[in-house]
């Protein structure tokens, strides 16, 4: 499965928001069933970034959220989070 979240940044908070993720990034990728992860920019409107996540279910990436680590460095991201579903099955790739 993939998870994506989607985050409205400022300008101002571009730097320390990136520097942020990662540190999640990091917490998570000792998770079990942590496949991958990025950050990613668009490059049409910059204050719109995406973090897409790879596991190998649903219910690792569950857990892993729930590690009281990844939340007292998450949580206050959300403020930011565009409020959209993200988690998703892969039905097809390439």
């Given amino acids: ?9 400022p300008g101002d908070d571009a730097d320390g928001f990136a520097e942020d993720v990662t540190a999640v990034l990091t917490l998570l990728s000792a998770s079990p069933g942590f496949r991958s992860g990025r950050l990613g920019r668009t490059v049409d409107d910059p204050g719109l970034w995406a973090l897409v996540t790879e ?10 959220l729930g590690q009281y680590e990844v939340r007292l ?7 930011m989070a565009v409020d959209e579903p993200g988690a998703y099955e892969i039905v097809t790739s390439a």
Avoid: E, K, N, S
């Fill in 55 to 64: 596991w190998d279910g649903a219910g690792h990436y569950r857990r892993a």
């Fill in 73 to 79: 460095q998450f949580i206050p991201l959300a403020a």
């Fill in 1 to 9: 499965m993939i998870a994506i979240t989607r985050y409205r940044v």
